[in-house]
């Protein structure tokens, strides 16, 4: 059984070793440059430093995605307006083109939305001419089993992902696997539009996309104007010459220009860097999320419709009006408490002279808490198994091994029993591949721990007693049949802000000041 022990990580929070160019650990340890996300420059004209470029992209589409979930899946309700729907931008998203995908683990919708700085029509007006798109807004909204929580998770747009093979699919050039070199992750989107940020979020998250939907510019614009404007508020008065952002201190409603304005400005407010920008983005989306409820806009046809006729031209997705109908009306109960807003824990990427971002070891207790959704609201009368505590039986240290070809497996499976306060020695991936879960142990002493860490595993775990196991360890590999973890009692998605720093869709846009600060 030793065999599977050869390839480990030194501690749990560092993901297991995978092929060059296909895992985080392999990446970090060569540090390769980051691969130029900017676009090519029209002939005759200097391609923009990129410093430059970042401080004037249009980021925090939080808020209009958010919007656009809530707002656009009422289409289906009204056929009458085929026009509109004729409108809105269809992309399919082949799953052959998606690579070895992660399991889905429940009925939970997790949405990839997508902020695109596309300069093509209005759109240049707003932001300068430039060719090509990039996601200058990445963002996983997780919409929990019974529809009675949302968690709305932004990855930085500056975080690295390894380059992956990608078709060339809506006008997009496509790319080859690069292995051993890494790119920002708005420059897959470049790349291959929605179906390779789809594979890639995937890949490095370990969460199963559904569906994705995608905004631009002038989109952003128009529905803000349709809800009515959205609140800010300022601690001081900003002047923002780059992006035109000019507003006195206080508590203001901003309309569409304004809007876009604020959510371009990243130097010259507080610190100017993208870790307050995200903080500011989602204070608000919180706003944008109770002035929806305050208004009574989902119950309001007109409104929606006319929403939607603003906005269907800037709008591209991948659902059909059945599932647009169907998230529509699962999403109306939903309440802004029980909306989260959190961003995927980062640090800066090492060597990287340009503000490169990388997942922190942080990351995979968070990708696992969504991908699993351990405490999704209970739908029927029969109460679902769920894995007993921990205990003091678990006090052996386990090392967790990956004995599939599921990316990430280890590492987020070890992220979350930590979380249930297992000791995790480390996370690795097995030498070969094993069809069953094994916990290793090396003595009776240490049956109670194993009996309690196969406790844990949904499809269970065969134990086997092995003397060369270190006493005191155990060793989790996980095999073909493991499917998840069972769901934990007391944990899980709905304390998320409280562990990551977010918040929820109820807080007061005021209690933003930190984001400001440049101290």
């Keep these: 059984m030793s065999r599977h022990r050869d390839r480990l990580t030194d501690s749990a929070r560092v993901p297991e070793s995978r092929p060059a160019g296909r895992g985080r650990a392999t990446l970090e340890a060569s540090r390769p440059p980051v691969k130029d996300s900017r676009r090519p420059s029209k002939p005759g004209k200097p391609a923009r430093p990129v410093k430059a470029s970042r401080g004037l992209r249009l980021a925090g589409w939080f808020s209009v995605a958010a919007v656009s979930i809530l707002v656009i899946s009422t289409l289906g309700a009204y056929f009458k307006l085929r026009s509109e729907w004729d409108s809105i931008g269809h992309v399919t998203v082949n799953s052959g083109d998606l690579g070895k995908r992660p399991p889905k683990y429940n009925d939970a919708q997790n949405i990839l939305m997508i902020g695109s700085d596309t300069r093509t029509g209005g759109n240049a007006k707003i932001g300068g001419e430039a060719e090509g798109q990039r996601s200058d807004t990445v963002m996983v909204v997780h919409i929990a089993p019974g529809r009675q929580g949302v968690v709305v998770m932004s990855i930085p747009r500056d975080t690295v992902v390894p380059v992956l093979a990608c078709p060339a699919v809506s006008g997009t050039p496509g790319q080859a696997e690069a292995v051993g070199s890494v790119e920002r992750i708005n420059a897959t989107f470049a790349m291959g539009g929605p179906t390779c940020l789809w594979k890639t979020v995937e890949h490095e998250t370990g969460i199963h996309i559904d569906h994705f939907a995608q905004l631009d510019f002038v989109g952003f614009k128009k529905v803000v104007n349709s809800l009515g404007g959205v609140e800010v508020c300022l601690p001081y008065a900003v002047n ?280």
Aim: proline letters at 6%; aromatic letters at 4%.
């Design 240 to 519: 923002v010459p780059q992006s035109g952002l000019h507003l006195t201190a206080g508590r203001h409603k901003i309309m569409g220009g304004q809007a876009i304005a604020f959510w371009r400005s990243r130097e010259g407010l507080g610190q100017s860097d993208d870790q307050q920008r995200i903080q500011r983005d989602q204070f608000l989306m919180a706003s944008l999320v109770q002035g929806i409820e305050h208004s009574g806009f989902l119950g309001s046809p007109t409104k929606v419709l006319s929403v939607i006729s603003d906005i269907a031209s800037s709008l591209t997705i991948d659902m059909d009006q059945k599932t647009l109908l169907s998230l529509a009306v699962s999403l109306r109960g939903v309440t802004p408490k029980s909306v989260q807003f959190v961003t995927a824990p980062f640090e800066a990427y090492p060597g990287d002279i340009n503000a490169e971002l990388q997942f922190s070891p942080a990351a995979p207790a968070l990708f696992a808490a969504i991908a699993h959704d351990r405490t999704l609201p209970k739908t029927g009368k029969a109460k679902p198994k769920t894995a007993p505590p921990p205990g003091v039986a678990a006090t052996a240290s386990t090392t967790v091994l990956n004995g599939t070809q599921i990316s990430q497996l280890a590492a987020t499976t070890a992220a979350t029993l930590s979380s249930r306060g297992f000791a995790i020695a480390g996370s690795g991936t097995a030498t070969t591949p094993a069809t069953k879960s094994e916990v290793e142990y090396a003595s009776a002493t240490d049956l109670a721990a194993a009996k309690k860490l196969k406790a844990q595993l949904k499809s269970g775990a065969k134990l086997v007693l092995d003397p060369s196991v270190t006493p005191g360890t155990l060793t989790l590999i996980l095999g073909s049949n493991y499917t998840s973890l069972l769901p934990a009692a007391n944990t899980g998605t709905k304390k998320l802000t409280k562990t990551y720093g977010g918040i929820t869709g109820n807080t007061n846009p005021c209690s933003d000041q930190s984001a400001f600060s440049s101290g």
